[in-house]
């Protein structure tokens, strides 16, 4: 295996893959990085065992301006020979395998030689049975994640809960994630679908990736398999692990009769929201009040230490009965974020029901829940 | 105490103050930002024992559009205040102290009510007399910091090597910062001083205060007392303990006599130090070998693990006897990297003997020491 070829270009396609490489691993080939060269091009792995991304990169790329000498596989320790790759002199570097396994890289007179290990001893990726194909831009696939991974729990009491449940029916694809406390539910039209799903994704996979798209524009097929998920692009291959067990049916948790309404723009409910959490951060239970009267919305926050603050809010409109309630201001800030700078309606029950956030756009099928805290 | 003033204004004096405040304290005034508002303006003051800032604003001050409606003085605990001023709603805040050492703050429709601490228990800063005065501009101060500080010793072993050695005498102002393993000295010309000090001032307290200057064209008027020192500009005291006890004798560390002598262009070889440092960091001893012959010098590092590189590295200039010597590359990147991109020449005595680096323009006087280390 040698060749010659861009360094930019190649620091590129690794920083995707990389993604997935832990720096340490119990598993020592797996802080690895596999590269494989063929007369088509390179094509480069990394895995943690819970996700996998490849990506290949065509020996035809103009900008990589690959020389290929001989072909090949490696696998070399990600983190150094990226390090090693991102500091090297020159804009071309050259690469090749030697006997036992170790790579010499020369780029300007800088000349390293590493050792590496055989691919050999790589795990191999899941087989892709093309079956249950959904396409859509990343761009649209990024923005249903963000509105709703942000809800996944942190706890491994019910792992169920720490993915995100994804179903396809009747030409409709729904995320839903909740941790019991809180719950967000985006709903996306696919006119044109006719296939169904319902698998759960981890929320950390779905994370990193948000994070891996090369232009928010590229379209992404989604495969499923027995229990992985790929999330495919023209250059890069996306494996995710998905969790096992049935998700709890959350349709029944969102109601849809309501005694109050208010109508707020998200970015100043924002910042009053974040100035009443300053204290209510310090006490013991980190809770803010909302008081709704027939003309007037405020919130308080203390800290029996700090001191405590109190603030009439701006709102578009109010309708219903008076109400005060309870609940965690954190939850409120993460599901505010992800309606960007729109209008919302807030509807209550009772303070001791949860409460819905929704756009005043209903075109846009996206509402979140919220459970208050009982205050005595 | 009452006033309303321009919140971006008082932001901007907190943030310096702000500097010397320890977010947690064993001694709770301390985490604590003490005002004090009297008809000519308001002072701020923050301390951690070791240093302390006070910084002054006038009430004729435009820009602070202070009204004062009544004097008087308050401590709050500073970083909550702090976040809270930070993020009201309004240009303009006001500040009032009511019964009970709590304050009313009010900007927009937002009203905070936090607890205070009476002014009484703060700590008295250092009374100032007039003694021992140097002035210069505050670029030309952080610029002696910063090529000296990175030197002082990290360890507590011997106290007084984790400061810089200032000494002024006959006009000459000597600026000495070593870990026993390297060593800094820059000198400046101060032709119309006619005083003479010798102090030790901690690296933190100097670090904190080359990032405390508003403006690098202020003049800076150090004053030394008896165990502090005052770095006093137009709006800001910053005082700083003074390290007890004699500093080593360094003078007679520096070579004059050299057998070998080389010229670099600091940032290519920066670039090439770092690039070997990558392995070096990976092994046990953490060390490159620079290897000088009469018209070529190589660099060479390596790990048993994972590799070894080696780079013939471009220089200006070679003169002496051939040499082969091990260093430390973190000593050699922090020597570097004070000296920004310029051109140095390093002279070597011999293997085992500190080498000296020093800027090709005699005109500045800058020497750094570091001591290579022996290899079988």
Chains 1, 2 share one sequence.
Do not use: C, W
Request: hydrophobic share 40%.
């Amino acid at each position: 295996m040698k060749f010659t070829m861009n360094r930019a270009v190649f620091i590129n396609e690794l920083s995707v893959v990389q993604r997935a490489i832990p720096s340490k691993s119990t598993i020592p080939i797996l802080s690895g990085l596999k590269m494989v060269l063929t007369d088509e091009g390179l094509a480069l792995t990394g895995s943690n065992g819970d996700i996998s991304i490849e990506t290949f990169l065509s020996s035809q790329n103009e900008k990589a301006d690959m020389t290929i000498e001989s072909t090949g596989s490696i696998v070399l320790q990600a983190k150094f020979f990226g390090e090693i790759v991102r500091k090297l002199p020159d804009n071309h570097f050259s690469f090749e395998v030697l006997d036992n396994l170790q790579v010499k890289i020369n780029s300007g007179t800088a000349e390293f030689v590493v050792n590496g290990l055989s691919s050999d001893n790589y795990p191999h990726l899941p087989i892709i049975e093309e079956q249950n194909q959904l396409k859509l831009p990343a761009r649209v696939l990024n923005k249903i994640i963000n509105e709703t991974v942000f809800s996944v729990s942190m706890h491994e009491s019910r792992p169920i809960l720490t993915g995100v449940h994804f179903t396809l029916e009747n030409g409709v694809l729904t995320a839903v994630a909740t941790d019991s406390h809180r719950l967000s539910q985006r709903q996306i039209m696919m006119p044109s679908s006719t296939e169904s799903f319902d698998i759960v994704v981890p929320g950390k996979s779905l994370t990193e990736l948000s994070k891996s798209f090369a232009d928010e524009e590229e379209m992404v097929e989604i495969n499923i398999m027995e229990n992985q998920v790929l999330f495919r692009t023209e250059n890069m291959n996306f494996y995710s692990r998905l969790l096992e067990g049935k998700y709890p049916d959350t349709k029944r948790l969102i109601p849809t009769a309501f005694e109050t309404e208010v109508e707020f723009h998200v970015p100043s409910l924002m910042a009053a929201i974040d100035r009443a959490s300053l204290l209510s951060h310090e006490g013991r239970n980190n809770i803010v009040k909302l008081s709704v009267e027939s003309d007037k919305v405020t919130i308080y926050g203390n800290s029996p230490e700090i001191g405590n603050v109190q603030e009439d809010l701006s709102f578009n409109k109010i309708s219903g009965q008076p109400l005060d309630i309870s609940f965690n201001p954190d939850y409120m800030k993460a599901a505010l974020k992800a309606f960007g700078a729109i209008d919302i309606n807030i509807r209550f029950i009772s303070p001791i029901r949860p409460f819905t956030l929704e756009p005043t756009d209903t075109e846009i099928s996206f509402v979140q829940l919220i459970t208050p805290v009982r205050t005595s």
